[in-house]
């Protein structure tokens, strides 16, 4: 045998050993799908491979931004190792915790299965997976979700999600006996929390800096993020007893009205940021019907937070955005329960998702429901919500607030929040994987859906003008979040608020006022410019149905310091 030619005979070649590596694999793919007996494998072991898989296929951002962050170099060469160690041993930290005969192989599936989700919208979209953005996700309906349902989606799930999973099912997983075991799991948790302190202290001024000035990028992290998110919003919810809601401002009394009535009707817009409307200085007209009524154009307008789930309930909470709990305000009567209580006539009409609890106690009407919405075509349209509304006016013998939650400009598919009519501006992105498309067709796409806007807000204000003779008329819109459009491969919202890019924040607020609505359009318009937030919708609905209370606060008030006397026949183009 030790003939060289005889040698050379029995050696395979390169690609006879490539084919017989691949050939390898193959089998043993097959065995774990069914094609044979499974292989035998220890629980940590299994946790410690998992844990690699995880840490190296599902955190391509969270390592991308981390090397922008501290570019690849000899300098930060420590730091680099250390982070990928500290990805790797805090997953496998967390499954030794949890893991058991009954429990590994359900966890391993169930986290490949969330975390392939969750990788590719971080990946696609550039999103932040905290508790808010899980809110999101548990408050959004069917036809939001099926929006961002795409080939690539499920392609990314199957095979990085189902198919690693049925490939743990079909292991034999040796447990070794409980005591036996959990010794190893011991072993393995001790570990995982030395090599974690290794790396930190290996690069400790790196790490300092890194986790006290990064905190968004350390969100990034897969699964860790997500589950920490996730006992986050369990934990936000388990100190709120449900079903009891809070009473706020008891004092609430109406002030004598003298055969006076007020008609306001609020619009909740969606997803509309205010520099994409040409009241504020966009390029495009985009504003061609409201420019032409005596609107007011609140240009410095911030939201409270970065989502509908978010800005929603803050809008008509007494809590200002640093101080907004979402459970606490569902759990305390907001604004419009305070006016119900003190006899206005209060409708939530919705043709988004919900209410998000703000109008659970009120008489609310979806029209999302084309059996409601007689204006449907590809979806349901905003100006559906206006039908019959008329009538319902007719019959409150008081003040009447109507709430309309509009459809806006929710993304990804801005193409579908329009009819055809509005596509004025071409080409258009029509796929919800926004990456595939140009910044021009995303951005053509997402201002027709603003025209549309603009058209549903004129006949709005068409429809109060219908009722000057009978009321002192008004109407308020406010956008509840902004979006990011592509810039800094940034797309959609949802991001912390404190890292959130000013378009997710910077939203339009447009007021109108009827012809005997009683007030002063020229000394409003120049405190238009001026700092407001959604704060100030509180106190300014308390003031606009003249309603007295002390919790009022005058200074956030944004429109009775400018109610004069006698109406300037607001309703006029001035």
């Not at 017989?20 to 043993?28: C, D, M, N, Q």
Request: aromatic share 10%; net charge neutral; hydrophobic share 45%.
């Amino acid at each position: 045998m030790n003939d060289p030619e005889i040698h050379a005979q029995l050696t395979p070649g390169p690609v006879a050993a490539v084919t017989g590596r691949f050939a390898k694999i193959g089998h043993i793919i097959r065995r774990l799908l069914g094609g044979g007996e499974s292989y035998r494998i220890k629980e940590t072991t299994l946790i410690i491979a998992v844990s690699v898989l995880m840490g190296l296929a599902f955190n391509t951002v969270f390592f991308t931004e981390v090397f922008a962050l501290y570019p690849l170099s000899l300098r930060y060469l420590l730091f680099h190792l250390g982070i990928l160690v500290i990805v790797v041993a805090l997953t496998a930290f967390l499954f030794a915790l949890v893991s058991s005969k009954f429990t590994t192989k359900p966890l391993v599936m169930l986290l490949l299965g969330l975390s392939s989700i969750v990788s590719y919208f971080v990946n696609q979209y550039g999103i932040v997976v905290d508790s808010v953005m899980l809110q999101n996700v548990l408050e959004t309906n069917l036809a939001e979700s099926l929006d961002l349902l795409s080939l690539q989606l499920v392609l990314q799930v199957f095979f990085m999600g189902i198919l690693p999973g049925v490939m743990v099912w079909r292991l034999k997983v040796d447990y070794q006996g409980f005591f036996k075991n959990l010794l190893r799991k011991t072993i393995l948790a001790v570990s995982a929390l030395a090599l974690i302190a290794l790396s930190l202290f290996g690069s400790a001024s790196t790490f300092a800096s890194f986790l006290r000035e990064h905190k968004s990028t350390r969100a990034y992290v897969n699964p860790v993020g997500y589950i920490y998110a996730v006992g986050k919003l369990i934990a936000s919810r388990a100190h709120v007893s449900d079903g009891i809601i809070q009473p706020y401002a008891e004092d609430a009394r109406r002030e004598s009205r003298e055969n006076r009535r007020r008609l306001i009707i609020f619009v909740v817009g969606e997803t509309a940021r205010a520099d994409h409307f040409s009241l504020n200085g966009y390029a495009r007209e985009t504003n061609p019907l409201l420019k032409r009524e005596a609107i007011v154009n609140f240009s410095n307008v911030m939201s409270a937070g970065t989502s509908t789930a978010v800005s929603v309930p803050a809008m008509f909470s007494h809590l200002t955005r640093e101080d907004f709990d979402g459970y606490e305000a569902r759990h305390t009567e907001n604004i419009l329960d305070i006016l119900a209580r003190v006899g206005v006539s209060v409708l939530w009409r919705d043709n988004n998702s919900d209410s998000k609890g703000v109008a659970v106690r009120l008489k609310y009407e979806d029209f999302k429901n084309p059996d409601r919405n007689p204006i449907c075509d590809d979806e349901c349209r905003d100006e559906g919500m206006l039908v019959d509304l008329q009538d319902y006016i007719d019959q409150q013998p008081g003040d009447v607030l109507v709430v309309l939650h509009s459809m806006g400009n929710h993304g990804p598919a801005y193409y579908k929040r329009y009819p055809k009519a509005f596509e004025v501006f071409t080409p258009v992105c029509k796929s919800n994987r926004l990456e595939q498309c140009s910044s021009e067709e995303i951005n053509n796409a997402y201002d027709n859906a603003i025209l549309y806007t603009d058209y549903f807000l004129s006949k709005v204000i068409g429809l109060l003008k219908q009722n000057d003779a009978q009321f002192e008329t008004a109407m308020m819109y406010f956008s509840d979040h902004g979006e990011s459009l592509g810039e800094n491969n940034m797309y959609l919202h949802g991001y912390p608020y404190a890292l959130a890019p000013m378009a997710q924040k910077h939203v339009p607020a447009i007021f109108w006022f009827g012809e005997k609505f009683p007030i002063d359009l020229a000394k409003i318009r120049t405190q238009s410019g001026e700092p407001y937030s959604h704060d100030n919708i509180f106190h300014t609905l308390l003031g606009l149905l003249e309603v007295k209370t002390s919790t009022y606060l005058p200074q956030l008030d944004m429109v009775s310091p400018y109610i004069s006397e006698k109406p300037q026949a607001a309703g006029v183009k001035q």
